[in-house]
């Protein structure tokens, strides 16, 4: 497949969509790009992808939304593909809003040059949703702490010190940023702590993990 028929078929697809250079050049810029961020493409078509949308991680640092390192720099384990990640970034308004981005590599045999395909969807209302639940942590804290009783029940698995510590911080109601900044780990460290802590306690969001720690004696 050419280079332009890629960019016809990206044109067509419901998810804003546009192809980068590994150097973040914009290449491509589809209508749905145009919706969901803002700009026109003759705005957004040579310009270099970071400068244009001013991208955050989930943690509140800069991050990069074009070439290949944006995606694989997400990911501790490259054998499991590329996947998605959020990102937060400035529309042509001004507004900041939240985008899921999916990840395809296209090698153009004929010109020998490699882009990175981006995939967006507009995720702000999940989000919300995210940060609604943070704020409610505290008050899970809270709640827990009136009741008299304690689920002595053991985990499946033991969670180690670095995960107690990580529980009693979100406990304290600290944001994410600031926790991995204390125990001195990157984003996605913390991530992948949060995510076996909620295996072996069973849970599935950081909400009912502090809670069931409190319940269990597992933090104070």
């Known amino acids: 497949m050419l280079a332009t028929e890629l960019f016809a078929l990206l044109d067509r697809t419901a998810d804003a969509a546009y192809s980068v250079t ?11 790009a145009e919706r969901v961020f803002g700009y026109p493409a003759s705005e957004a078509m040579g310009r270099d992808i970071d400068e244009l949308l001013d991208a955050r991680d989930a943690l509140g640092t800069e991050a990069l939304a074009g070439g290949l390192d944006a995606a694989t720099r997400q990911w501790d384990d490259d054998s499991a593909g590329i996947p998605n990640f ?11 809003i939240w985008v899921n981005m ?5 090698d153009d045999r004929r010109t020998g040059q490699r882009l990175i395909i981006r995939l967006a969807r507009d995720i702000s209302a ?11 942590l505290q008050l899970a ?17 033991p969670i180690s010190e670095q995960e107690r510590r990580i529980l009693s911080l979100f406990a304290e109601g600290r944001n994410p940023a600031a926790i991995a900044r204390k125990l001195e780990i990157s ?6 702590h949060l995510h076996h802590i909620n295996q072996k306690l ?15 004696g597992l933090i104070d």
Do not use: Y
Request: overall charge positive.
């Open 22 to 32: 590994e150097g973040g050049e914009i290449r491509s810029w589809n209508r749905a």
């Open 86 to 96: 959020d990102l937060e970034v400035r529309t042509r308004s001004g507004e900041r």
């Open 102 to 106: 999916s990840t395809l590599v296209f």
């Open 126 to 136: 999940r989000r919300h949703r995210e940060e609604l639940l943070d704020r409610m």
């Open 141 to 157: 804290h809270q709640l827990v702490a009136l009741g008299s009783e304690r689920d002595d029940h053991a985990p499946v698995e």
């Open 187 to 192: 984003p996605q460290t913390l991530r992948n």
């Open 202 to 216: 069973r849970t599935h969001n950081r909400l009912e993990a502090v809670t069931h720690a409190i319940r269990r």
